[in-house]
């Protein structure tokens, strides 16, 4: 099973952690998703070690939610693979991903 976790790094600041998979996107939806339901959401995505389509799912997901409710995730420091994959999915635009420097 692969590990990811989201940690809150500041108020409305977190940090996604690990490989954004099929196999940790599930236990993150159910355990961190209510938080994107309010306010502006500052997410930082340097350490993502890998992500598939399930993960893209995800930060889509996390987005539309805060969006719902008036609210905004920007995506800071996305890993080069994490936006190759955004661009084939003709996400990133949607996404408005920050490249990790």
Do not use: Y
Not at 6 to 34: C, K, N, Y
Not at 45 to 70: E, H, I, K, T
């Amino acid at each position: 099973m692969s590990g990811a976790d989201l940690i809150e790094v500041g108020e409305g600041r977190f940090a996604l952690t690990g490989a954004l998979d099929q196999s940790s996107v599930p236990q993150l939806w159910r355990a961190h998703s209510e938080r994107f339901e309010q306010g502006q959401i500052k997410l930082e995505l340097a350490q993502v070690s890998r992500c598939d389509s399930a993960g893209l799912a995800l930060l889509l997901d996390w987005l539309a939610r805060a969006n719902r409710n008036g609210g905004d995730v920007h995506f800071l420091a996305a890993p080069e693979q994490m936006l190759a994959l955004a661009r084939v999915a003709d996400v990133d635009q949607l996404l408005k991903m920050g490249r990790a420097d």
